[in-house]
Nanobody, 124 residues
């Protein structure tokens, strides 16, 4: 069982980028998926969550209106689209899975599965 994030890298400010989180070893259909990030030298920060069928989403105030969380259960994949990324969005982005309810925390112990992370650096 694992979650593998991808899509990070060096991103110019305000250029949209989409992160992917592919699950293997389990079917994410009934699992809530969450994105958490860690800025350089900072602690973990909850970013966004989406429920199992993708009808309910929640966002941290710091990203609300700029990020969009989504999922494609047929592809066993969750996504985080970062529209208009800013320098303060730089960090390692992790995806995590909880069952069945969404979690709105950055505490690893609240999630059964946690990915290895993908680095996003917003810089001109």
């Amino acid at each position: 069982v694992q979650l593998v994030e991808s899509g990070g890298g060096s991103v110019p400010p305000e250029k949209s980028v989409t992160l992917s989180c592919v699950a293997s070893g389990f079917n994410i259909e009934k699992w809530a998926m969450t994105w958490v990030r860690q800025a350089p030298g900072q602690g973990l920060e909850w970013v966004a969550s989406i429920n199992g069928i993708g009808r309910t989403t929640n966002y941290a105030n710091s990203v609300k209106g700029r990020f969009v969380v989504s999922r494609d259960n047929a592809k066993n994949t969750a996504y985080l689209r970062m529209d208009t990324p800013l320098s303060e969005d730089t960090g390692v982005y992790y995806c995590a899975a909880s069952f069945p309810a969404m979690k709105f925390t950055a505490n690893r112990h609240d999630y059964l599965y946690w990915g290895q992370g993908t680095q996003v650096t917003v810089s001109s």
